[in-house]
């Protein structure tokens, strides 16, 4: 019995921090974070991201989230002002362990499945519209021990290389293809793929996806090297203790709103 007692406390001490952890940061202490919507009906994206894709609901006052072990999707009850498409940030994806299952959910819930497809990397994929218009791919991979686990979120926009240059510079980022997409890079195990538009495309605040964010170590640090850069911030560097947050916003050269946080990795 004590010897058993001592495996759980263990075990225990194991999962506890493993909870608390998005992706590992990087060498200039930034990995990825969040994406952030504005949602009609908080209930709806909890059933969406809680019960069928695997999520954990965690709230912090007034901060509604849904966590993955490698990211955090945040809601903020308020009706968007349009969908992701057409937005610079079209959607962002998951690995699903099965595809037959999550689309066979999907559809069970009234959502649309605009495409299936073989995708980038060369296993089966699909699209679909969720609650508010947003768009969300799957990618199947069968060796997930998870239901279903964000794999990327993706840009369009027609200047897509020099954006991909951009993020890279700022956020200590190294490139590499994904599949047959060649511009990419990776923020933690959250892969950010970019590529040009087919329409024309505007900046996402208000949308459905109104901004996404990334993670920082040493967020006062990293505030003051870009502002050295010349980087200009819509929400200056300021602490938040009732969300357990550090915060400050900048805007994407292609209007897409971003969120620098520390305090997720405690969530």
Known sequence: MKRLFLTVVLLLAVAGP???QL????????TYGHVHLNVADVEVHKKLWVEMFGGTYVQKGPLMTVKFPNML???????PTGPSQGTVMDHFG???RSMPEMLAAVRAAGYTVQQEFTGAE???NAYFLGPDGLRVEMQEDKTLSAKAIPNHIHFWTPEFEKLLDWYVD???LTKRSRGTIKSTADAGTVNLSYQTSREPVVATKGRVIDHIGFEVKDLAA???QLEAKGIKFDVAYREVPAIGLKIAY??????????????????
């Open 18 to 20: 493993a909870r608390a």
């Open 222 to 224: 990293l505030v003051k």
């Open 94 to 96: 998951f690995k699903v």
């Open 250 to 267: 900048i805007t994407d050269p292609s209007g897409v709103y971003i969120e620098l946080t520390e305090g997720y990795v405690n969530y």
């Open 122 to 124: 060369g296993f089966p």
């Open 73 to 79: 999707i945040a809601l903020t009850l308020k009706a």
């Open 23 to 30: 992706s590992p940061m990087n060498a200039a202490g930034i």
């Open 170 to 172: 700022i956020f200590s």
